[in-house]
């Protein structure tokens, strides 16, 4: 099987990319890193009669890691690699450098992006879990220049479907900042093979008030359904209390009942997703817990 | 410094690690396989593949796809004139041939299977314009389970065949049923041997020239076999094998899968007598996984007479094989190599076999890395493990109580091989030893007191190869006028490393540097014949024919040293590039001298014919029997189900080694293979025929990183059946990896008393075994 043709375009801006996605209509796709959309047109899958490609666009308007006063801000064309060393983003949300360094090898992630791979919103994509635990939202661009802003929580809406309207371009993820103590997180993965997909994504994230008592505690699933599961109950039952290994055990029986339907493939059957969600839900929130206690430690 | 001592060290390379010659060339990305080869004007193939692993062909029209830019022409079988159909077997009471044109033309049977033949200027046309060639099938009823295909009521595969039996053999030898009622106990096996991949990197590829002014075909092809293979085409494409010349260029890797010849190349070859001009085919991977040959895929099941202290006193053996969709000598040949290595390293006196290979609508299997024996291995070894278990003993003792002992040998086996020469008591000691087994059992105890599951597994092994009394190997010696030395050899590598092993034994006979000597093959216009890559044989075979020519080169160049120097049948010595007489201090000539001589008839022995080129088509006297033992420490995690491989321990014994490190990297490469069966690959199937790993992402393979360091180390028992005493070593690590990690496993897993019966090891299936459901 080989690539259909396609017209191949490389825009200088972001404004003459969302131009030529608004031109183009239903048929246009974006590259970023192409480290998903490729093997996609390699197999026949994907088929776009337009490809316009951003990697023409002047490198720091859309790669990039900044930081305000509230905000860690994420370019779209981030690659994996930079997000996997960023300093910033080890400083300010280890989750996201955590998740960067387990995604498939390094050709990948020194190509693949962060706007890429979330756009593409495979299901068991490694960001998306994360993404969704530490409330990033997502920026967006349209033809007449309008920026919107989605919450991780509707960005991913089903099996490869995003909030993305069809002119959209994404342009930044941002990260709300989290005080440097008392805040943990983590992000595990059971992956059916070295480099592979995730059979299993779970990140957590946890605060807790200088008593160790549980402010926030949230657990997000992915590779289990079509769309990151976000275990709801957890963030209710679990403010206020002491999260000793007790209550790990039930944050681990509210997440098998969260899991409803879960995806089954030749690599792992419904029932032993289910399983692992339980297993990896209470791994993340066991070392999120352990990184949130360990005060004074950039540990968040 | 004392005569003796410089007796002692005289430069002796084989025996000797060196450095492949090779792979400056692999690892500089400097090779040259078929896909860069461009001949001026080109076309380029590409295969109308059919969606469906079970129709009948209503009507295939090319008309639209013949408008497109860039498109030649559409070859369907019926435009495959005054050809013969694919090779099967003879139909026999045993055996239904199957009769299979080169582009099928009534019905295709499994998914993939090519329809016709795409030509056009550039792949990208060839591959746009393949969708417009429409093809109106009737689809039919897939057959997919071995165990539903056997059955009266089943769907078949060929109408014309009488069920889905491909082939049927029954075998006994010695008192079986005697056995049975003196045993102690009957120990029952069942087991699955999953279907793989041999998934070499670089995928199928030919490109065929046709000369018309001379009427030759020259075709380029990734081959384990350039002579077999154009011997092959040219019977299918019923022109005289002299009006065809193959060429094999780098090979990377086959693995077995590329000892067969495809109905691509066959199609190719005939498109380009067609058209006249050179046209090229590569495969891509999903085409590789699609269409290119599957290996394993048995059921297997075991019955063992036991007697209470270990000793098995008789072996029933069932195999149903996965034939695919068609009847070849190979998927016949090979469950009878599983039957034929059932008993293992153990003497066993009443052995029956009994092999049912059935058609399905898959691929059709054949030659993967073993071919038959690890299949074998994996059945007695598995069986021996579980039989220790329920007699509690450990799996070391119950292969002491049943070896073959050492002065059994040469040892005849039930199913009529002679093995050539073993010491398994030996060689079990010595892997017992440098595993440290009795620490590696206290380690385990310790580690279960903490709650962990951690297994030990052990596999002695045997393997037949040096295949075969009768089907011999070639090799041609040059030297040149200037002294240069040219290795013609039979054996065609993939991957191998057969240069450095070969040149080592030449410059030991020759008495040159290795540098003086090139090694060339895989060009059927280089020898009058040469035979396949495959069966560990490139060692033995290959091995000694080049070792034969050698010594006949030195022979003619003795005399005519011998001639120069005024000697008489004077003993000469070939060392340090100089030909000398025993004793002279290295004066003598020097080997370039000689050479050049040997091009003078004036200045060689009256009657000696000048030039010196020396060929030999060795035959063995028997096949060889390497054996060893592997150990593999592993854990599994109980939450997950996770298999981790802790420790590796390969000590292996191949006779004679030529080149260590060669062998040590040939069981390396295997090892991992046969872990990747163990532990990820799987063909999968669905229940309508469509493949469903047909990407690497969903067909996977082991990587570095799920590894672990093999440790190897070897016993030396040289074989007869050739000079050079070496058996064989590349297939052994796939033989003896894949059924010590299940072994391992289920020894893991023992607190939960269960029984593993399929693999891959997933931790999904690993997990439902420890809760039960299994």
């Known amino acids: 099987m080989m690539n259909k043709p396609f017209d191949y375009f490389a825009p200088k801006s972001i404004s003459e990319a969302v131009s030529l996605l608004k031109k183009h209509g239903s048929g246009a796709k974006l590259i970023a890193g192409g480290q998903s959309l490729v093997p996609l047109m390699n197999l026949g899958l994907a088929a776009p009669r337009q490809i316009i490609d951003l990697t023409h666009i002047k490198k720091d308007s859309l790669s990039y890691v900044k930081l305000d006063k509230d905000s860690l801000m994420i370019g779209s064309m981030t690659t994996h690699s930079a997000v996997e060393n960023s300093p910033q983003i080890r400083r300010h949300c280890r989750i996201l450098s955590e998740t960067a360094m387990t995604i498939a090898d390094v050709q990948v992630r020194n190509r693949g992006t962060i706007g890429g791979s979330v756009c593409h919103a495979d299901p068991a994509g490694d960001y998306l879990a994360p993404l969704v635990a530490v409330d990033a939202e997502f920026r967006a661009i349209n033809p007449k220049r309008k920026v919107r802003t989605i919450s991780a929580d509707k960005f991913f809406v089903d099996i490869f479907t995003t909030a993305l309207k069809r002119d959209e371009l994404l342009t930044e993820i941002r990260v709300p900042k989290r005080p440097s103590t008392r805040n943990g997180s983590a992000y595990v993965k059971h992956k059916y093979v070295e480099g592979g997909f995730a059979i299993v994504g779970a990140a957590a994230v946890v605060s807790v008030n200088k008593d160790g008592i549980c402010d926030r505690a949230k657990v997000v699933l992915s590779g289990v359904s079509t769309r990151p599961v976000r275990v709801d109950m957890i963030e209710k039952e679990f403010r206020g209390e002491n999260l000793d290994e007790r209550a790990i055990e039930e944050a681990g029986r509210i997440v098998r009942e969260a899991v409803h339907d879960p995806l089954s493939d030749i690599h792992a059957s419904a029932d032993y997703r289910r399983e692992m969600a339980v297993v990896f839900a209470k791994r993340a929130l066991r070392l999120a817990l352990a990184r949130s206690r360990k005060t004074g430690a950039q540990h968040n | ?774």
């Open chain 2, 1 to 774: 410094m004392s005569a003796v001592q410089v007796a002692v060290t005289r430069k002796q390379l084989v025996g000797t690690s060196q450095k492949r010659m090779e792979d400056p060339k692999f690892v500089s990305g400097s090779g040259r396989y078929i896909d860069d080869i461009k001949l001026p004007g080109m076309l380029y193939a590409a295969f109308v593949r059919s969606p469906h692993a079970h129709a009948r062909v209503l009507k295939i029209d090319a008309s639209k796809a013949l408008k497109q830019p860039g498109v030649k022409a559409v070859l369907t079988n019926d435009e495959l004139k005054g050809i013969k159909n694919m090779p099967t077997v003879e139909d026999e009471p045993e055996t239904v041939a199957t009769p299979r044109p080169v582009l099928a033309s009534k019905e295709v049977n499994y998914a993939g299977e090519a329809v016709a033949l795409l030509l056009a200027e550039s792949k990208y046309a060839a591959e746009d314009a393949l969708e417009l060639v429409e093809v109106e099938y009737e689809p039919l009823d897939p057959v997919h389970d071995l165990e539903a295909a056997m059955k009266a009521e089943s769907a078949k595969v060929h109408d014309y065949a009488p069920s889905n039996l491909s082939y049927h053999f029954v075998y006994e030898n010695g008192d079986v049923e005697g056995a049975f009622r003196q045993a102690d106990e009957v120990v029952k096996v069942d087991l699955v041997n999953q279907r793989i991949h041999p998934l070499p990197l670089e995928p199928r590829g030919v490109i065929a020239s046709y000369d018309s002014g001379n009427d030759l075909l020259t075709i380029w092809l990734s081959t384990q076999d350039p002579h077999g293979m154009r011997n092959s085409i040219a019977d299918v494409l019923n022109v005289p094998a002299a009006k065809v010349r193959l060429i094999a260029p780098d090979v990377g890797g086959g693995f077995g899968c590329k000892g067969s010849m495809y109905p691509e190349d066959v199609a190719v070859s005939y498109a380009s007598m067609h058209v006249g001009r050179p046209v090229k085919w590569v495969e891509s991977r999903r085409e590789n996984l699609l269409t290119t040959i599957h290996g394993r895929g048995q059921k297997q099941h075991a019955e063992l007479a036991v007697r209470r202290d270990g000793r098995i006193l008789g072996l029933k053996i069932k195999i149903v094989s996965d034939a695919g969709a068609y009847t070849t000598g190979l998927n016949v040949e090979i469950p009878k190599l599983t039957y034929k290595m059932g008993t293992g390293v153990y003497d066993i006196g009443a052995y029956m076999a009994e092999i049912f290979s059935i058609f399905t609508n898959e691929v059709p299997q054949e030659a993967y890395r073993g071919a038959g024996r690890p299949e074998a291995a994996y059945l007695i070894e598995r069986s021996m493990n579980i039989v220790a278990r329920k007699l509690r003993l450990d799996p070391v003792k119950i292969r002491q109580v049943n070896f073959i002992a050492k002065d059994k040998f040469p040892f005849r086996t039930p199913s009529g091989y002679t093995y050539d020469s073993g010491d398994y008591h030996g060689n079990l000691q010595k892997a017992l030893e440098v595993s440290s087994y009795e620490r590696l059992k206290a380690e385990q105890r310790e580690a279960r007191e903490l709650g962990r599951l951690v297994g030990i597994g052990l596999v002695t092994w045997v393997e037949v190869c040096g295949f075969a009394p009768g089907f011999g190997q070639t090799a041609a010696i040059t030297v040149t006028k200037t002294g240069d030395v040219i290795i013609t050899a039979g054996g065609h590598p993939h991957g191998q490393g057969h240069a450095t092993p070969l040149a080592q034994i030449v410059a030991d006979e020759l008495g040159v540097d290795l540098s003086k000597i090139t090694v060339v093959h895989g060009d059927t216009s280089m020898l009058p014949w040469s035979s396949v890559t495959a069966g560990s044989r490139s060692a033995p075979l290959t091995g000694s024919a080049v070792l034969l020519s050698a010594r006949k080169v030195r022979d003619k160049m003795s005399k005519i040293a011998a001639h120069k120097l005024g000697l008489k049948d004077a003993k000469l010595a070939f060392e340090g590039g100089k030909i000398f007489p025993n004793g002279d201090g290295g004066k003598g000539l020097t080997f370039e001298k000689v050479a050049d001589l040997a091009y003078d008839g004036e200045k060689i022995p009256p009657g000696m014919e000048p030039t010196l080129f020396e060929y030999t088509a060795f035959s063995p006297a028997n096949y060889t029997f390497p054996f060893g033992t592997h150990i593999a420490m592993v854990e599994v995690e109980k939450e997950t189900g996770v298999v981790k491989i802790l420790k590796y321990f390969a000590t292996d014994d191949c006779g004679k080694l030529i080149n260590p490190m060669v062998v040590e990297g040939q069981v390396h490469g295997g090892v991992v293979q046969g872990i990747g069966q163990a532990m990820i690959e799987e063909i999968v199937y669905d229940d309508n025929g469509q493949l469903l790993t047909s990407t690497l992402a969903d067909y996977v393979i082991p990587s570095a990183e799920s590894l672990v360091e093999i440790v190897w180390n070897r016993t030396e028992t040289p074989t007869y059946a050739n000079p050079l005493g070496v058996k064989g070593i590349g297939e052994a690590g796939t033989i003896a990896a894949t059924p010590v990690i299940v072994n391992a496993v289920e020894d893991a897993l023992s607190p939960y008393d269960v029984t593993v019966e399929r693999m891959p090891l997933r931790s999904d299936y690993v997990r439902s075994l420890i809760k039960g459901s299994g």
